[in-house]
């Protein structure tokens, strides 16, 4: 190739991302911790005021109390159905000071847990969207979103969402933005006889969170970070766009196992309630990826893969390619991108705290540890 043109694909390359040059790429490989115990679906961490973390696994049905330096796991909510207890537990979100919302997925409610990790009530899912909590407000108010199928039909286009605030002491409630949800399959509303996932794989769609009471989303058009305080302006980054690479069959093979893996089933837990799903036969799972609707090219992130940190920042993942390191991009508070993470393969950051970063690991067997870092400067 002439010595032009190579220079000119470079400099394309370069200019794909509108917002700002390329953002240099800091590379996370040797943990100083590795925790000893061992996982089997961790699905929620978060690290409390004194360093120490909450980590709850969703297959194990537990909730532990982790000291890194001493290297000890306490328990901290175990599996069942009594006031301390929880099935299916998934999400850990900050609530007011020290305290903890766990989503109690089996039980269909929520877990208030105090600065120490132990369960000190529990919240029943009183209103619609409830159980989606993803922060709280100064004030004591939940941010959640509610589910499309709960809104009246053609109510918002495109398989919208709205992100709402409610007060549960005066039970007012109001819609503080709309995002772009998960995308129906074509044939949603049609009867089928065999069951199937009711989502387009890799489909875009915005990611959301609470960050220091303030409203964050990830937009797909574009790729940028919005802002929404409590009051004032929304803050606006700019648009990191830039090309995607075709959903191929490994890719369509892998969406089916995770969305099988993460999603609860009915009658499969104790006394018939809520369980986890069992993984699928070979026949089953072939059946399950023809029958699956997908996208044609993977979004530029990962909804799911999007993380708060300390001083409103956000670390959103990259689409991840099986065998590849996996890549965070870092927003500041005003939406743009900082720098970017790089982590080795099998790696999903789990939370960020103020001086370093969790880390689940997995193997080719599907055992998970958490592994903790230096928080890059």
Do not use: C
Not at 274 to 289: I, N, R, W
Not at 329 to 345: H, I, M, N, Q, Y
């Amino acid at each position: 190739m002439p010595r032009f043109s190579m220079l000119a694909s470079r400099v394309a390359a370069l200019t794909l991302l509108s917002g700002s040059a390329a953002a240099q790429t800091v590379r996370l490989v040797t943990p100083n911790t590795t925790l000893a115990d061992e996982f089997s679906q961790i699905r929620g961490v978060r690290e409390l005021a004194d360093g120490r973390l909450l980590v709850s696994d969703y297959i194990d049905q537990r909730v532990v109390l982790v000291d890194f330096d001493k290297g000890t796991v306490l328990a901290r909510v175990a599996k069942g159905s009594g006031p301390r207890e929880a099935r299916l537990p998934t999400r850990l979100v900050p609530a007011l000071g020290d305290s903890t919302f766990l989503v109690d997925l089996g039980n269909n409610r929520l877990l208030l847990l105090d600065g120490q990790g132990r369960p000190a009530r529990t919240i029943p899912e009183a209103r619609i969207g409830v159980l989606g909590v993803r922060g709280m407000g100064s004030d004591g108010a939940f941010y959640f979103a509610i589910p499309g199928w709960a809104e009246a039909e053609a109510a918002l286009p495109n398989d919208s969402v709205r992100i709402v605030r409610w007060n549960p002491r005066t039970d007012a409630q109001t819609t503080v933005a709309v995002i772009q949800g998960d995308r129906m399959r074509s044939d949603i509303r049609e009867p089928s006889r065999v069951p199937r996932i009711p989502v387009v794989g890799y489909a875009s769609q915005d990611a959301w969170l609470m960050s220091g009471g303030v409203l964050k989303i990830v937009r797909a058009g574009g790729y940028r970070v919005e802002s929404r305080p409590a009051s004032g302006a929304p803050v606006v980054g700019p648009s990191y766009a830039y090309p995607t690479r075709p959903v191929s069959g490994a890719d369509r093979l892998a969406f089916v196992r995770r969305f099988n893996e993460s999603s609860p089933m009915s009658g499969k837990g104790e006394n018939g309630g809520m369980g986890y799903s069992p993984a699928l036969s070979d026949a089953e799972l072939a059946q399950t990826v023809k029958g699956t609707q997908y996208a044609e090219r993977h979004p530029m992130f990962d909804a799911g893969a999007v993380v708060a940190a300390p001083g409103g920042q956000l670390w959103v993942g990259r689409p991840v390619e099986a065998g590849k390191p996996v890549l965070y991009d870092v927003f500041d508070d005003a939406g743009k991108r900082v720098t970017s993470v790089e982590l080795l393969p099998g790696r999903r950051v789990a939370a960020v705290g103020r001086q370093a970063v969790y880390v689940v690991a997995e193997s080719e067997a599907g055992i998970q540890r958490l592994e903790r870092y230096a928080l890059p400067r």
